[in-house]
C-alpha cells in the first residue's frame, strides 16, 4: 500500500510529469522508457522546449534534448538527472552556459552542443568528466580555448570543433588526451602564424585521424590565405637560437671606477625572437623584458641599475660583489623560447680565477686579461656552471683613495652604442 501512496503523491507533486513504471517520472512532454540494456531513456527532442524540463527521473541516464529553442543553461539545469551518461543538445539556440552547468555530472560519456550559439564556455566543468568520451561542440561561435581545456578528459575518443571562429589555438591544446582518435577542427578562419606552427608539426606526427584536413584553411596572413594549415612553409617559422657574449671594457674610453660588466646576446629566428634578461642574485630577481635604454641614451627605467640595449646588450656600471649571479638571456617568438646563461663572479686576489676554481672545482672560467671582445659562450654549455672572473686592475684600486676621473652615464651609454 505504501509504495502506491508513494507513487500517487509524486504524481500531485510533479504535476505535469506523469509516472512510468515504478515511479518513473517524465515530463509530459518527453517520452520515456527503459532500454534493454536497463539504461532509461527520456526523449524530448522537437519539442519547441524553452529550457530543461522539470520533472525528469533521478535514475535516466540518456537524455535527448536536441532541436528545440532551449537558449540558457543554468547551474541547476541537470541537477535531476546526475546519472546522464548520454546528453544531446544539438540544434538548440544555447549562447549562455553558466559555470556549474555540467560539473557534476561524473558520468556523462557522451556531450553534444553542436549547432548552437556559445561563444563562452565554462571549461573548467569538464575537469569532474573524466569518463567523457565524445565531446560535440561544431557550428558554434567559439573564438578561443584555453590551453588546459581538455587535460582531464583522459578517455576522450573524438572531438569535434569545427566550424567555429578559432583563429588560433595553443600549443599543447591537445596534449594529454592518450585516447583521442578522431579530431575535427576544419572551417575556422586560422591566422597562420607562427602560433600555430605547432599544429602542423602534431599533425605529422600524431595518429589521430583528423577530419577534412584539407579544410583546415588559413584566412590570414595574406600570403597564405587559402592554404592548408598542414601547408605552413618551414622556412616560415624557426625557433629561436641565441648566443651570449662577453664584451671587455671598451678601449680608450674612461669608465667609472670600477668595472663594467657588458654582456650581448644574439638571437636568430624566425619570427624576429624578443631578448628578455633574468638576474638572479643573492639579494633580488629581476626580469626584463625588453630594453630600457633609448637610442639618444636615455634610460626609460632610471632606478634600474642594469641597462639594456635594443641590440641585444646589456651594461652594468659599477659592477660589484652584489651583482655576482647568475645571468639569462632568453629569445623568445611564436615558435619557441631559448635560453643562455652565465654565472659571474667577482674576486680581488692577483689570480682570482685559481682562487674560484679551488673553491668550486667544478666551475670554469673566462676571466680578467684573458677574456677578450667577442668570446662566444657555447649555448650548450648554459646547464653547466661557466664563470666569468673579474678582478679590479692595480692601478684602479691604488687610486680608491684619491680623486677619479668620471664621466656621466650619457657618454658610457653612447660609447656602448657606437661601439656596438
Not at 519539442?47 to 540558457?72: C, F, H, M, Y
Request: aromatic share 6%.
Amino acid at each position: 500500500m505504501r509504495p502506491l501512496l508513494c507513487c500517487l503523491g509524486l504524481a500531485v507533486l510533479l504535476g505535469p510529469a506523469v509516472l512510468l513504471g515504478p515511479c518513473l517520472a517524465c515530463p509530459s512532454a518527453c517520452s520515456c522508457s527503459t532500454k534493454k540494456n536497463g539504461r532509461l531513456l527520456a526523449e524530448c527532442a522537437y519539442k519547441d522546449l524553452q529550457e530543461v524540463p522539470e520533472g525528469l527521473s533521478s535514475n535516466v541516464t540518456i537524455l535527448t534534448l536536441s532541436a528545440n529553442r532551449i537558449s540558457w543553461l543554468g547551474q541547476g539545469s541537470f541537477a535531476e538527472v546526475p546519472e546522464v551518461q548520454s546528453l544531446w543538445l544539438g540544434y538548440n539556440q544555447i549562447g549562455v552556459v553558466e559555470p556549474g552547468a555540467f560539473a557534476l555530472l561524473s558520468h556523462l560519456k557522451n556531450l553534444d552542443l553542436s549547432h548552437n550559439k556559445i561563444v563562452d564556455f565554462p571549461w573548467q566543468d569538464l575537469r569532474n568528466l573524466s569518463d567523457l568520451q565524445i565531446l560535440k561542440m561544431n557550428n558554434n561561435r567559439l573564438a578561443g580555448l584555453p590551453r588546459d581545456a581538455f587535460h582531464s578528459l583522459k578517455d576522450l575518443r573524438s572531438l569535434w570543433l569545427n566550424d567555429n571562429e578559432l583563429t588560433t589555438l595553443a600549443e599543447g591544446t591537445f596534449d594529454n588526451l592518450p585516447s583521442l582518435s578522431q579530431l575535427q577542427i576544419f572551417n575556422n578562419p586560422f591566422n597562420c602564424s607562427c602560433k600555430v606552427f605547432w599544429l602542423k608539426k602534431w599533425t605529422e606526427n600524431t595518429s589521430v585521424s583528423i577530419t577534412k584536413g584539407g579544410s583546415t584553411l588559413c584566412v590570414a596572413p595574406g600570403r597564405l590565405k587559402g592554404r592548408a594549415v598542414t601547408d605552413i612553409p618551414d622556412h616560415h617559422c624557426v625557433a629561436p637560437s641565441v648566443q651570449l657574449t662577453y664584451l671587455s671594457n671598451l678601449d680608450n674610453t674612461v669608465m667609472y671606477d670600477g668595472l663594467t660588466l657588458t654582456l650581448h646576446c644574439s638571437v636568430a629566428g624566425s619570427p624576429p625572437p624578443e631578448i628578455r634578461w633574468k638576474i638572479q642574485t643573492s639579494s633580488r630577481h629581476v626580469e626584463i623584458n625588453g630594453p630600457n635604454v633609448a637610442r639618444d641614451g636615455n634610460v626609460k627605467q632610471s632606478q634600474e641599475r642594469f641597462l639594456v640595449f635594443k641590440n641585444g646588450t646589456m651594461a652594468i656600471p659599477n659592477f660589484s660583489k652584489e651583482d655576482e649571479g647568475i645571468y639569462t638571456c632568453l629569445a623568445v617568438n611564436d615558435v619557441g623560447m631559448r635560453d643562455v646563461s652565465v654565472n659571474v663572479a667577482l674576486a680581488g686576489s692577483e689570480n682570482p680565477a685559481e682562487d674560484l676554481l679551488q673553491d668550486d672545482p667544478q666551475a670554469s672560467h673566462l676571466g680578467g686579461r684573458s677574456c677578450y671582445k667577442g668570446d662566444e659562450m657555447d649555448p650548450s654549455g648554459a646547464g653547466e656552471k661557466l664563470v666569468i672572473v673579474y678582478h679590479m686592475p692595480r692601478e684602479s684600486k691604488s687610486r680608491a683613495g684619491g680623486a677619479v676621473p668620471q664621466v656621466h652615464l650619457g657618454t658610457l651609454l653612447l660609447a656602448l652604442g657606437i661601439m656596438l
